[in-house]
């Protein structure tokens, strides 16, 4: 709408590897922003090669929110993420500055872009146990099949094997005996939103993410594994399983061949892109997607920057 005087929100998201961080870092520098994290690792300390965390440099260059909040044994529910990630916007907006919503945790960037309205189920410790316990005995599928029974809609929306995921709307719907959707109304934020979406040919992706793993695999990736464990952070916590830190630890504990867990984090992380793709097509408010080997970062800004400006 004409006149449109809504304080902006940048969006930029995408599936892992593709770029995101270092157009996050130029845009922010030439566009007085300050980035709040959309990643649902990022925000654990301790956990920074594995999750390809911004360098202590880059968060001295450019402000940093939502990154390092958290230890890896404690949990970050959605609704906790999103109440934080508001509040870093707002204070972000007040000091006139541009806040630049940066991730590829699709639930994350989706409730935050459609105001999702979610209810504070507190976790369940009993039925989660009971629910882990079934799906370690009967299968992910199965679990699954629970939630289908019950709330088609969400089943449809969650890979069987996000078997934490299932059990957390199991819970939501056993606690309020309502569907998921319905507990997740939508009241969209107060901001004007541009969603820059970045995207490259799958296959070249795949690639790229490859010889990131096998970067961080030369920075120490091993030994960050290493010390968590010696932390004492067990492998079951949520934290752990993460891409690489699960294979990683299979490997130190159980013995699995270097060379497979690291393989495994690869098919891993190409599974992960699947599905990160698969849920932002399947939420997209008004995505605006660029293929970064045709776009260069100065033509990406000098779009955001005239899109500050239209005030439409």
Do not use: C
């Amino acid at each position: 709408m004409a006149g449109d005087e809504r304080l902006p929100l940048v969006v930029i998201l995408g599936p892992t590897a593709v770029g995101k961080t270092g157009l996050a870092l130029e845009v922010a520098g030439a566009l007085n922003g300050e980035i709040v994290g959309a990643d649902s690792r990022q925000v654990y300390r301790y956990m920074d090669i594995g999750t390809a965390k911004p360098t202590l440099e880059e968060r001295r260059q450019v402000a940093h929110h939502l990154v390092d909040v958290i230890n890896p044994d404690d949990q970050l529910s959605l609704q906790r993420y999103q109440t934080m990630a508001l509040n870093a916007i707002r204070d972000i907006q007040k000091r006139d500055r541009l806040p630049l919503l940066v991730g590829g945790t699709g639930q994350y960037i989706t409730a935050i872009v459609d105001g999702w309205t979610i209810p504070e189920v507190p976790p369940n410790e009993a039925l989660r146990a009971e629910l882990e316990t079934f799906a370690k005995m009967s299968g992910a599928e199965a679990l699954h099949a629970r939630l289908q029974e019950i709330d088609p809609e969400a089943a449809q929306k969650i890979h069987p094997n996000n078997v934490r995921r299932v059990i957390r709307y199991l819970e939501m719907i056993y606690a309020t005996g309502g569907s998921v959707a319905s507990l997740q109304r939508k009241q969209p934020p107060p901001y004007r939103i541009y969603q820059l979406g970045l995207e490259m040919e799958r296959q070249a992706l795949y690639a790229r993410s490859d010889q990131r793993i096998d970067q961080m695999m030369a920075l120490g990736f091993l030994d960050e594994v290493q010390v968590l464990l010696d932390k004492g952070y067990s492998r079951t916590l949520p934290s752990m399983s993460g891409l690489g830190y699960a294979q990683l630890a299979s490997h130190l504990l159980d013995g699995t061949p270097l060379h497979d867990a690291v393989e495994a984090t690869k098919a891993a992380t190409r599974d992960f892109i699947k599905r990160q793709m698969t849920w932002f097509r399947g939420h997209d408010s008004g995505i605006v997607w660029h293929n970064v080997e045709q776009s260069s970062p100065n033509d990406l800004i000098d779009m955001l920057g005239a899109w500050l400006e239209e005030r439409a």
